[in-house]
């Protein structure tokens, strides 16, 4: 069974982790608390704080777990140019209210 779970927040306990089959590629954020992962082929473990993202480059198994509680996001990562979402970011903050320049008409030579 397959299970989308990049619009929800996943809630994470002590000594019960989660384990992921296939997951290269996807971002694994941590939205609360410390949060453990090992993830076969990488090597070494990645632990992550509140607002940290990892992705995930290995394609073996992924176990993540939570020191303590702690909460998760699962998703693809952003392929976004850089200028686009702070773009996208002052959209947000401004709304329309971003100052434009106005545009001039072309100016045709005979």
């Known amino acids: 069974m397959k299970i989308d779970v990049s619009a929800s927040e996943i809630r994470l306990i002590d000594n019960c982790p989660i384990t992921l089959r296939g997951a ?3 971002r694994i954020t941590c939205t609360a608390g410390t949060i453990w992962i090992t993830v076969t082929g990488e090597t070494g473990d990645t632990f992550l704080g509140a607002g940290q993202s990892h992705v995930v480059q290995g394609n073996g198994l992924a176990i993540i777990e939570s020191i303590g509680s702690g909460s998760i996001r699962i998703g693809k990562p952003d392929n976004t140019p850089a200028w686009r979402s702070w773009l996208a970011r002052l959209r947000r903050l401004y709304g329309d209210g971003l100052p434009t320049q106005p ?8």
Not at 103 to 110: D, E, G
Request: no cysteine.
């Open 103 to 110: 545009r001039r008409a072309p100016v045709l030579h005979p």
């Open 24 to 26: 290269r590629g996807l």
